[in-house]
């Protein structure tokens, strides 16, 4: 039982994070993205240590700091490219 719930989440987290259409507006892509989004060949963006990321502060292209947050944090707030949000249009 224990293991078909583990799997269960398994599912859910990666449903979750298929959501995500990478657009990059949440990690300021728009004005001053954060120096960890790498654009990918297809135009999409990927944070290079998403793994690993530690929520708090990171730095902008521009040298700014920028708050890592987890999405469900923020889907309150508005941010530059926000109405594409694919987590906002599911709320
Ligand atoms: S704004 Fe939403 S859809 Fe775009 S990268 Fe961020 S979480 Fe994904």
Redesign the pocket.
């Known amino acids: 039982m224990e293991q078909e719930y583990f799997y269960y989440q398994i599912r859910k987290e990666k449903e979750f994070e298929d959501?995500?259409?990478?657009?990059?507006?949440?990690?300021g892509?728009q004005d001053d993205p954060c120096v960890h989004l790498v654009e990918q060949p297809e135009g999409?963006?990927l944070c290079d240590i998403y793994a690993s990321r530690q929520q708090g502060k990171q730095k902008t292209h521009s040298g700014n700091l920028i708050k890592c947050v987890f999405?469900r944090e923020i889907l309150y707030k508005d941010?530059p490219?926000?109405w594409?949000?694919?987590?906002?249009k599911k709320q």
Do not use: Q
């Open positions: 959501i995500c259409l990478r657009c990059g507006n949440c990690c892509i999409k963006y999405i941010w490219g926000n594409n949000c694919a987590y906002k």
